[in-house]
């Protein structure tokens, strides 16, 4: 039986990740506190924490809590993040420092810790959540893309540093995904939704490969010409 830690545990992603590798394993919902508690149907056991990602200082102590209740964590799913507020973080920098604490050094922070312990133990699995927007930024939403542009970097970097440690570190990389962050919002080209993201995150997680996981696929492509379009036109892009 496997402890599979979702941290963002109330996200549409996250919880459709817990529901696929749910059979037989412990499932623990790390959320912030005073919202629902779902259920994982046929887990062995859900464990719910209360869990709120900014408090980096608190990161080390939830991570002990989690494991003096169910044990070793052996999957951990980083799927906590915030899209912000574009228009206000470009007339007020504390908008700009909310965003990129959420999700650049919040998410560097517990990747630090699960990764520490689990190349201790010489074993486990950790999934970040990138961006196809950290790629190469673009001016719609560049806020938010250079946050997932450093931790697309930061992630990259602690891979490699875990090479040959039996630690594997997946870095998801999906576009647009349809669902309760991007609600009003216009789906770009190869939009996906949540089922499609956690279906491929999983289907990683059991299966193995290389480190990235585009979602979808065609993505890679589209992205690999990207740093060759004119910046005139590269600005011009919608988020």
């Known amino acids: 039986m496997s402890v599979v830690a979702i941290f963002g545990g109330r996200s549409e992603i996250g919880l459709d990740v817990a529901r696929r590798l749910a059979p037989g394993n412990t499932v623990v919902l790390a959320s912030r506190p005073g919202g629902e508690r779902p259920d994982v149907p046929g887990a062995a056991r859900v464990v719910h924490v209360d ?3 900014d408090e980096v ?3 080390a102590d939830v991570v002990d809590a989690i494991e003096a209740d169910a044990g070793p964590i052996d999957i951990a799913v980083l799927t906590f993040g915030i899209l912000g507020d574009q228009a206000k973080a470009e007339a007020d920098p504390a908008e700009v420092v909310r965003i990129i604490h959420t999700d650049f ?6 990747l630090t810790v699960l990764a520490n312990l689990m190349r201790a133990r010489g074993r486990g699995t950790l999934v970040a959540f990138s961006s196809v927007a950290g790629q190469r930024v673009r001016r719609a939403n560049y806020v938010y893309g250079s946050a997932k542009a450093g931790l697309d970097g930061f992630a990259s970097g602690l891979a490699d540093a875990l090479h040959g440690s039996d630690v594997d570190l997946i870095i998801a ?3 647009f995904v349809i669902g309760r962050m991007t609600h009003g919002m216009s789906p ?3 939009s996906s939704t949540p089922e499609q993201v956690g279906e491929a995150v999983a289907d990683r997680i059991v299966k193995g490969g290389p480190v990235e996981v585009w979602i979808p696929w065609q993505l890679r492509a589209m992205f ?3 740093p060759f379009v004119p910046r005139a036109l590269w600005r011009r892009l919608p988020r």
């Open 57 to 59: 200082t608190t990161h």
């Open 173 to 175: 990389r999906p576009g």
């Open 188 to 190: 770009a080209p190869f």
């Open 51 to 53: 869990f709120d990602a």
């Open 224 to 226: 690999a010409v990207a």
């Open 105 to 110: 050094t919040a998410q560097a922070s517990l």
